[in-house]
């Protein structure tokens, strides 16, 4: 008996039950990954993240105490310069500096050369200058009478980075004290090499412990499932009734070896 089989195209695409795609749209296998390896990579970058933060905000927090300092100073100099004024027999002021003072503020052979002061009276015209050229151009940049405060100058002759300085009111007077060095460099540098280097010597080695103990958490975490995996070697025609082991496993875990044990229950009483 002849019988005839419909044709059938090569060409027609190919059918797959629900659920399932077909091998050759599968394209090539994609690479296994470890779970620790990915978890400490990423635990890495979080503590390197965690490091640029607290390194930045720490920096930050410097910024403004140095310049608190900074300021804090200036003042305290401005008042206690103020302490050395007397009246004269004329009634004008008289400064008389000791030598540890007057170095300080870089006035004599032993100062920097880069602070200044001034007395001024109550419309803030010069009385007294340890650098009567440069008074006359820092003036402007003073706050008006009677206020006190912090000021900055723009870059002056023999001053090229400029000065920052304080003014306090002494008496029927007006004290200047200002410095055209950047004190904040060498406290930033102080805090570079002191605190900010302490500070990563201690975060590095505890970043790594962290990271160590999560890739140890997670191994042993997986120890159980590597147990099942084990026993699932072992299912066989020879060994019909082998199951995945459920103890010991995280929560996670359970329904997929759950359901694994399940499908092979069915399997065996087909």
Do not use: C
């Not at 190919?14 to 400490?40: H, N, V």
């Not at 006035?107 to 880069?114: C, S």
């Not at 570079?192 to 500070?199: A, K, R, S």
């Amino acid at each position: 008996m002849h019988v005839s089989l419909p044709f059938v195209s090569r060409n027609l695409p190919q059918t797959t039950p629900a659920g399932l795609s077909p091998s050759a749209d599968a394209g090539p296998p994609k690479r296994s990954w470890r779970l620790s390896t990915r978890l400490a990579g990423r635990l890495t970058a979080l503590m390197v993240l965690t490091i640029l933060a607290a390194a930045g905000v720490i920096g930050w927090r410097a910024v403004l105490l140095v310049h608190s300092i900074d300021d804090a100073a200036l003042k305290g100099q401005a008042r206690l310069v103020g302490t050395y004024l007397k009246t004269g027999p004329d009634g004008a002021p008289v400064l008389d500096l000791p030598q540890t003072v007057a170095t300080s503020l870089g006035d004599g052979d032993a100062g920097d050369g880069n602070a200044i002061y001034l007395v001024l009276d109550a419309t803030n015209r010069v009385l007294i200058a340890s650098e009567p050229e440069t008074a006359a151009m820092v003036v402007p940049f003073l706050p008006p009478a009677p206020r006190e405060g912090l000021f900055r100058a723009t870059a002056l002759p023999g001053h090229p980075k400029g000065l920052v300085g304080a003014l306090a009111n002494a008496g029927p007077w007006r004290v200047v004290v200002a410095d055209g060095n950047e004190p904040q460099e060498t406290l930033f540098e102080s805090l570079t090499d002191d605190f900010l280097i302490e500070g990563a010597v201690l975060l590095i080695p505890t970043g790594l412990a962290a990271v160590l103990i999560a890739v140890l958490t997670v191994r042993r975490g997986l120890a159980p499932l590597r147990r099942a995996a084990d026993s699932a070697s072992l299912v066989g025609p020879a060994r019909p009734g082998v199951r995945l082991p459920t103890i010991g496993l995280p929560q996670e875990m359970l329904p997929l070896v759950g359901a694994v044990n399940e499908a092979l229950d069915r399997l065996e009483a087909a």
